[in-house]
């Protein structure tokens, strides 16, 4: 679609030729309605259900559970189940593949062996949970014909507290995938699997992007089961739900979806359900893979989806009824919806006083501001406005140009094309020398190019205000946002002046207006009594976001300060007719 097609389409009114794809609504139970709707199956249907449970053994007698497709059934012939294992894993070519055949001490003994990922498995769990308990303290004499030999292992002799029973290839593969250890037996037609998880990861340290001066100071690791404990660590509750699914046709990397059962619309956690199960790639390599995957508009701009470090972050906006989405490998958690002023907030603007988030809240969109318009500003007055600037600035500014030989458009450019390439250096090289080269570039080049002649002094105030804007917002993507569209609006205020300049902000408008993140308009939380520009103090927070459209409107009381009822009714004033 060309621009001046999108342009027209943008500034007159079209029915719609088709509905949008996802609204969020409130929530109407229907009529005898007690549970909720199954998982949707991803299209296709070629592939195996997403929420699989164990397949105990008395269903692997009847054959049931057999009709997915897979690697294959495990045979009562364990010869035939280690030239599959060794077919699959392709050994012995692979050296990472550990193979232990050993002997249960049963009566008569039985020949079994096991197989792990070395590595991703921990021995010591194997040699003590596993293997000691098989070879060393089964001895079972009495008469097993009326149970099968897995159930009496799993009841009886294995001491782990995950152990389960498989009969297809494709869920043992996929335990052992992640660490655990398959346990095959001579003479059953399934196996077991122990969860025997060990490999070496990050320690929980403190947020290196979400940096905060008052507040918890826990990040995210790349392990998901410790995410999902950090979460759960501060919203001890047990409607927390966590549900559990994989990504990746190759791979199958584990996504974590959460939510508040009681608190979260059961239309958005169906609708990020969807959107999660039904993805079809080869492999998931970053929860920023994920976000593009999910998100409603990927050609616009602005983010739509929220990417936080901070464990107490997503747990304040799971309480609002948002749902968060954690992938495993990632120390990032996405949080759906997202809208402007979340992206805007920080989360230490609920830990001060109120007075103080407001402030930091109103410097931080006044910064949005200059950082996207400043320099499109100052090219509109130099070329087009003169008149609008008082005479002592317009000579002052019309001074500093004297010596420079390029054009003000040119040595803006210039200057800002500098700036990021400062910036990128900056992230890039080890952080010692990322430092040096910031002030290196900063302070020696710049005042260089103004001794030079080169740039003007005041243009050099002008980009260095600008990128410290831009570094106040503190949201990356959106930040990253800014960046760009900064110069669509340098070069529309060089052409068109202030003219191009409130044009291209009523497009920009236009497109925001236009956003959705799951159902959710991207500036659903502008209208009025939001607490997104002044912060209320926190005993006034009484309702949740009514755009989330929450099961459960009501975050707290009306009076949640209960003690200063009950001193004005000491004082007999009129805290005793309130009570």
Not at 92 to 112: G, M, T, Y
Request: proline share 6%; with cysteine.
């Amino acid at each position: 679609m060309s621009f001046f097609k999108r342009a027209i389409e943008l500034i007159t009114y079209h029915e719609r030729k088709r509905p949008e794809p996802f609204t969020l609504s409130e929530y109407k139970e229907a009529d005898g309605a007690k549970e909720q709707a199954e998982p949707e199956k991803p299209d296709g249907g070629d592939r195996k259900q997403i929420f699989k449970r164990p397949v105990p053994v008395s269903a692997l007698r009847t054959g049931a559970g057999r009709g997915e497709q897979g690697k294959g059934l495990v045979s009562r012939d364990l010869s035939v189940n280690r030239e599959k294992i060794k077919e699959l894993y392709h050994l012995p070519l692979s050296k990472d593949f550990v193979l232990r055949d050993f002997v249960i001490a049963l009566k008569p003994p039985v020949e079994a062996f096991a197989v792990f990922m070395e590595g991703m498995a921990d021995k010591n769990i194997i040699n003590n949970a596993v293997l000691e308990p098989l070879m060393l303290w089964a001895n079972m004499s009495e008469d097993r014909k009326d149970k099968n030999l897995l159930d009496l292992i799993k009841e009886r002799i294995l001491p782990g507290n995950q152990v389960d029973i498989y009969s297809d290839f494709q869920p043992i593969l996929e335990r052992i995938n992640y660490g655990g250890t398959a346990v095959f037996v001579e003479g059953c037609e399934a196996a077991l699997v122990v969860e025997t998880k060990g490999w070496e990861h990050r320690t929980v340290g403190a947020p290196t992007v979400e940096q905060v001066v008052r507040g918890p100071h826990e990040a995210f690791v790349e392990t998901l089961r410790v995410n999902t404990a950090l979460i759960r660590k501060q919203l001890q509750t047990e409607d927390l739900v966590t549900e559990m699914t994989k990504v990746g046709l190759r791979s199958k990397i584990d996504v974590a979806i959460m939510y508040l059962s009681d608190v979260a619309n059961p239309e958005l956690v169906a609708e990020v359900r969807r959107r999660v199960t039904g993805l079809k790639i080869d492999h998931l390599v970053d929860s920023g893979v994920l976000e593009q995957l999910i998100e409603d508009h990927p050609f616009m701009p602005a983010p739509q989806v929220l990417a936080t470090e901070r464990p107490d972050r997503v747990v304040s906006m799971l309480a609002e009824g948002r749902v968060a989405v954690l992938a495993n490998g990632n120390p990032f958690v996405l949080v759906v919806p997202a809208t402007f002023f979340t992206l805007l907030h920080s989360p230490e603007d609920i830990y001060l006083r109120w007075p103080y988030g407001s402030v930091l809240r109103l410097t931080r969109l006044f910064s949005f501001f200059i950082a996207l318009f400043l320099p499109g500003l100052y090219l509109a007055m130099v070329y087009h406005h003169q008149e609008m600037v008082p005479t002592e600035l317009i000579l002052a500014v019309a001074g500093a140009r004297e010596r420079v030989p390029f054009p003000t458009i040119v040595e803006l450019v210039l200057m800002e094309f500098s700036f990021e390439l400062i910036r990128e250096a900056g992230v890039r090289v080890p952080g010692v020398i990322g430092v040096t080269i910031g002030i290196i570039g900063a302070l020696i080049l710049g005042q260089a190019a103004v001794s030079a002649g080169i740039v003007s002094p005041i243009l050099i105030i002008v980009v260095a205000v600008t990128g410290l804007a831009n570094f106040s917002i503190p949201n990356f993507s959106l930040a990253f946002t800014v960046r760009l569209l900064r110069f669509v609006f340098i070069f529309l205020g060089t052409a068109f002046g202030f003219l191009g300049i409130s044009a291209g902000f009523y497009f920009f408008l236009l497109m925001l207006t236009g956003m959705r993140s799951f159902g959710v308009s991207f500036l659903a939380s502008a209208g009025p009594g939001r607490s997104v520009l002044l912060r209320k103090p926190v005993w006034e927070q009484e309702l949740r976001p009514d755009f989330l459209k929450p099961l459960n409107k009501q975050s707290q009381p009306g009076i949640s300060r209960n003690w200063v009822i009950k001193e004005k009714s000491r004082e007999g004033g009129p805290g005793d007719k309130q009570k």
